[in-house]
């Protein structure tokens, strides 16, 4: 299997690292912030990563990043976006991403709403990191809702696109990096390192199968459109 990373991700963070951790496939990754994108071709699969950035930012590639994501799924390539990489998709897909009243950080619990195979393995309740200020306010049309807590939409599908707002990719050496973010106050760090001295860190292996899932959906068709 081969998977594009379309890495939107902030100089200095270990984000590269952490998908070729967690993904049993050969990824190129491309530096979608400072504008590289793959050629016109199709991989087995896409997957798009977090990001310090809005897709609300009037920038150029995040518009640029859109439409290669949206081109892709038009070819039936599969795409997972994760928080950032989430919102881009659904954004891209025609729904609506808006900034929230809070920001959602540390591990909180998800609970899922729908039956996908994304989330194959996972209790009906797990526990996930989670590190944003924006959120999914409109799905796309036709889009299916497959988790969710009292911050916000957690993951979702519509035909080969998956997103989860979570963090499935951190470890918790990047966790902790999350909390350096500037707009983050010192009671939500301190609630955090409590969840960590609690052990919550070592409770996330439900929220890692979303990656092994979607390879395997990703295989399933390509293994099929070998077959057609």
Not at 12 to 20: A, C, S
Not at 46 to 69: F, H, M, P, Q, Y
Not at 135 to 164: Q, T
Request: hydrophobic letters at 40%.
């Amino acid at each position: 299997m081969e998977f594009a990373l379309l890495d939107a991700s902030h100089l200095g963070t270990p984000t590269r690292r952490n998908f070729r951790r967690e993904l049993d496939a050969e990824l190129t990754a491309f530096d979608a912030k400072g504008g590289d994108l793959p050629p016109t071709r199709d991989y087995d699969g896409a997957v798009v990563t977090g990001s310090r950035s809005s897709v609300n930012d009037d920038e150029a590639w995040i518009d640029d990043l859109e439409t290669w994501v949206a081109e892709a799924l038009d070819r039936d390539v599969p795409v997972l976006g994760v928080c950032f990489g989430q919102q881009l998709l659904v954004d891209a897909l025609g729904g609506e991403v808006e900034s929230m009243s809070t920001y959602e950080l540390g591990y909180h619990q998800v609970h899922r709403t729908g039956d996908s195979r994304l989330l194959d393995g996972a209790d009906e309740w797990f526990v996930a990191f989670t590190a944003h200020s924006d959120a999914v306010a409109e799905l796309p049309p036709g889009a299916e809702r497959l988790a969710e807590n009292n911050f916000s939409l957690h993951a979702f599908r519509k035909g080969a696109a998956f997103g989860v707002q979570f963090h499935p990719d951190f470890d918790l050496e990047t966790a902790k990096a999350a909390m350096e973010y500037k707009d983050v106050d010192d009671g939500q760090i301190r609630r955090v390192l409590d969840q960590v001295q609690a052990g919550a860190d070592r409770q996330v292996a439900d929220s890692k199968r979303v990656f092994e899932n979607f390879e395997r959906f990703a295989r399933d068709r390509a293994r099929d459109r070998v077959l057609a």
